[in-house]
T-cell receptor, first 115, second 111 residues
Framework: DAGVIQSPRHEVTEMGQEVTLRCKPI?????LFWYRQTMMRGLELLIY????????DSGMPEDRFSAKMPNASFSTLKIQPSEPRDSAVYFC?????????????FGPGTRLTVL | GENVEQHPSTLSVQEGDSAVIKCTYS??????FPWYKQELGKGPQLIID?????GEKKDQRIAVTLNKTAKHFSLHITETQPEDSAVYFC??????????FGPGTRLSVLP
């Protein structure tokens, strides 16, 4: 298996623009997670899905952030409008089972820079 | 909610020496404790994990110990090699809850 696939790997945009990050989980994994990593705040969970249904979105910073999982093999994280403080590395991860029971496999991340 | 602390934040060791990273957690219901290694420009990768019904687990040069009473767990790397240089994250989770990650430890193995 190719592992978790994320695109793009790097994104540079200007403040106010819409940004869409994409993720393809490992085939057969029922859980998908979106994380944000910054020097100041470390690794933070934004949202996670089980069988395409959002389970916990308490980490989503504000209404500018939205995530969807239209099918088992694809998810998007959208920021609209983007702000400089959104600059971070965004990771997608997937797992076979729930967080307390199974390993999460991380993708390579998308480095987002908002100017 | 869960809070995970991790120490030290940076650690430098000579090649061949051992490295120990310690984490404490706050939620006594936590029962799954993974350790992740993150190399520069990559996503975190699981290196070892332990569950609350086990006190110690070993995998070649890597071992993890868990003290549920004291609510702390540690990562031990023996015979360190330059390729062990990375940022290491501990995490804790309980039933129905996602991982809470520690802030990370940057390990440097000096040749």
């Amino acid at each position: 298996d190719a592992g978790v696939i994320q695109s793009p790997r790097h994104e540079v945009t200007e403040m106010g623009q819409e940004v869409t990050l994409r993720c393809k989980p490992i085939s057969g994994h029922d859980y998908l997670f979106w994380y944000r990593q910054t020097m100041m705040r470390g690794l933070e969970l934004l949202i996670y899905f089980n069988n395409n249904v959002p389970i916990d979105d308490s980490g989503m910073p504000e209404d500018r952030f939205s995530a969807k999982m239209p099918n088992a093999s694809f998810s998007t994280l959208k920021i609209q409008p983007s702000e400089p403080r959104d600059s971070a590395v965004y990771f997608c991860a997937s797992s076979l089972g729930p967080p307390e029971a199974d390993t999460q496999y991380f993708g390579p991340g998308t480095r987002l820079t908002v100017l | 909610g869960e809070n995970v602390e991790q120490h030290p934040s940076t650690l430098s060791v000579q090649e061949g020496d051992s490295a120990v990273i310690k984490c404490t957690y706050s939620d006594s219901a936590s029962n799954y404790f993974p350790w992740y290694k993150q190399e520069l420009g990559k996503g975190p990768q699981l290196i070892i994990d332990i569950r609350s019904n086990v006190g110690e687990k070993k995998d070649q040069r890597i071992a993890v110990t868990l003290n549920k009473t004291a609510k702390h767990f540690s990562l031990h790397i023996t015979e360190t090699q330059p390729e062990d240089s990375a940022v290491y994250f501990c995490a804790a989770s309980s039933l129905g809850q996602n991982f809470v990650f520690g802030p990370g430890t940057r390990l440097s193995v000096l040749p």
